[in-house]
């Protein structure tokens, strides 16, 4: 069960950068990153806007997507790093 989780948390990350390397000059809330991929399909199980919060987190950690504040509203959206447009290229063609 713990592997399985792991897998899913893996396959949310995967996505989601995929979702913004493939879009670099474009920034995007949690709520239409999630919305996407629901649409998608691309990742197996459920997952929520937490779930993607979490994966933007670690993909930030990582230095692969950035966190772009919205003036004068106090929301954050998120950009792929030139690093994580290279390391979709590499790692998913």
């Given at each position: ?16 950068l995929?979702f913004?390397?493939?879009?670099p000059?474009?920034?995007?809330g ?38 772009v ?16 447009v290279?390391?979709r290229?590499r790692?998913?063609?």
């Open positions: 069960m713990k592997a399985e989780t792991q897998r899913r948390r893996e396959q949310l990350r995967e996505a989601v995929c913004l390397a493939d879009r000059a474009h920034k995007f949690v709520e239409e990153i999630t919305r996407r991929i629901l649409r998608d399909c691309s990742v197996d199980g459920e997952f929520d806007e937490s779930h993607v919060a979490d994966a933007l987190a670690v993909l930030e950690g990582y230095g692969l997507v950035r966190r504040d919205r003036k004068l509203s106090g929301l954050v959206d998120f950009q792929a790093t030139s690093e994580g290279v390391f290229e790692n998913y063609p």
